[in-house]
């Protein structure tokens, strides 16, 4: 005899399911490996899965803004450093030009061009760490391992060109502070020669690496509507389908001599912003080959700074010859040259969008308000909704590609 | 490439004075920006009016800043906006005292604000008329001082071991 259906069993059940749910909460830092950084992600979590997340930063926030208000401005180069620290050269860049705007100094054209150099390989030890990292999120070690060689790299022609790796003050107001050596010139074409086929090797191990597939398509996705009302900039942006690049827009520092394409994505997930920072990179290469192109045609081998003597520190072999260039010498590293009043904005392309600066004097000898647009602060604070109904797992990864830098969000 | 509207800053400026008459207290352009100086009273219905008016189009807040002038007892909000259709930039500009400052909140219009109005806050003490979480945000929770006010000192003033006064210190 066939047993009869238990119907009691299901209404049982449904029961069950009406029950007011249990969450829980978990602490993501402030000391995680997987935040890269020091910040707390707060999440309320269903089983596996996220209802809501709160974001707590400030852990390194160090009042930049304010100590830039009794700095004199070549002061303030350091602390722009410790903004984005995997790209310190744009910041120092960015910098510089926001001043030279103010002080209306006229750049050559061959710094113009040095400074792209330079600027495009920050871009691209930048997007190689975040790059590598969404590979070591998502559980594979061997491509990150791969390309820190190059960005070591790019970390010796920085050594090269002003003395230091990580937080290289390169530059100064108005140019640089020596010509690059042959050795820099070397180095850079050996970059250029050798990068790009280690950039297709670890492509090739990631991008259409099944496992790496189903682990970043259609996580993090975001909407360029919502993109845009959060204020996002730069690669996160693109991916979601905009593009918005400063370079393009509002070119400084002669990018509008150059001809690059500005990649896009489409669903905004995490898939597309690697890959949209990979085809970055690739954009970067070719900018740095025109650049160098342009800079052997030039005629001209020895400019590297703004012939502007109130600002641009004089020659050591004329300061310790010649009384007046050590009273200009003095002057301006004691910070007593002349700063006309106004105020500027100045943006450049970072590596992980605008980065501005806005800058307001009243002709002392310190900004009398500086105020740093921060990329990373901006967006970050689209993260709940990014990873709203996504498992623990996912947040991770989508946090890794967002390239969430703690000295840029805390300033 | 982008139609660029030679005028756009007359553009701008005679639509808000068109509709808002004297609450638009100032405009010029300083060094490559339109700045125009807005009555705090009109501040969010301008905003509102350059975010939607379908000439303008502001639609992308670039940021948005404090400000403190100690000699006029005012604290200030910079905000920066960027129109991607027509490539516009153009800086707004609004104060209210110092005693009791109070804005009505940008967020209603481009959630962007949200930390940018607490961190405002959190360093000059503005108060965001219907922000929706206006806590501290850089700072620690239980700090009393707005920081980046003028006469917030940054180091210890009652040190007396460094004397920079030769440096105007």
Known sequence: ?411 | MFQIIPDRNQLVVTKLIDLFGKAIERHEVITDMLCITVNKEVIHDVLFFLHDDKKLQYNFLTTLCGMHYPDIEQLGVVYHLHSFENNHRIRIKTSTDLQYPKLPTATTIWPAANWMERETYDFYGILFDGHPNLVRILNVDDMTAFPMRKDFPLEDQTREDKDDSMFGR
């Open chain 1, 1 to 411: 005899m066939a047993k009869e259906l238990d119907t009691d069993y299901w209404d049982k059940d449904l029961v069950r399911q009406e029950e007011p749910k249990e969450y829980n909460t978990l602490n993501v830092g402030p000391t995680h490996p997987a935040t890269h950084g020091v910040f707390q992600n707060v999440m309320l979590m269903d089983g596996e899965f996220i209802v809501n997340t709160e974001q707590t930063i400030g852990y390194i926030h160090r009042a930049f803004e304010k100590i830039a208000e009794r700095r004199p401005f070549y002061q303030i180069t350091p602390l722009t450093d410790r903004l984005n620290y995997c790209s310190a050269p744009l910041n120092n860049m960015g910098w510089h030009m926001t001043v030279e705007k103010l002080l209306g100094i006229e750049i050559p054209k061959r710094v113009d061009y040095l400074r792209i150099v330079i600027m495009e390989l920050a871009r691209i030890a930048d997007h190689l760490i975040c790059n590598s990292v969404i590979g070591v999120d998502s559980g594979a070690l061997t491509g990150f391992t791969y390309v820190f060689q190059d960005r070591e790299f790019i970390y010796e022609i920085y050594e090269e060109i002003c003395g230091s790796r990580l937080t290289t003050n390169m530059g100064r107001i108005g140019g640089f502070e020596r010509n690059f050596s042959t050795k820099v010139w070397d180095k850079i074409r050996y970059f250029l020669k050798t990068y790009p086929a280690k950039l297709k090797e670890f492509e090739n191990l990631l991008a259409r690496n099944r496992i790496f597939m189903d682990r970043t398509i259609n996580v993090g996705a975001f909407s360029a509507d919502r993109a845009l009302a959060y204020g996002f900039t730069g690669p996160n942006l693109r991916a979601c389908g905009v593009d918005y690049d400063v370079r393009v827009m509002n070119p400084y520092s002669s990018y509008e001599e150059f001809d690059f394409i500005v990649p896009v994505g489409q669903n905004g997930d995490t898939y597309d912003r690697f890959m949209v920072r990979q085809e970055e990179m690739r954009q970067s290469m070719y900018i740095i080959e025109q650049a160098l192109a342009k800079l052997d045609k030039m005629t001209d081998k020895g400019t590297y700074y703004a012939s502007d003597p109130r600002y641009v520190l004089p020659p050591k072999e004329k300061v310790y010859n010649n009384m007046e260039a050590l009273i200009w010498h003095f002057k301006i590293v004691m910070g007593e040259t002349d700063i006309p009043a106004g105020e500027v904005y100045h943006c450049i392309e970072a590596a992980n969008g605008e980065l501005g600066f806005y800058l307001v004097s009243d002709g002392g000898r310190t900004p009398s308000r500086l105020h740093f647009r921060r990329p990373c602060f901006i967006y970050y604070q689209a993260y709940p909704e990014m990873v709203k109904g996504n498992m623990l797992s996912d947040a991770i990864l989508t946090m890794s590609s967002m390239n969430v830098i703690a000295g840029e969000l805390d300033a």
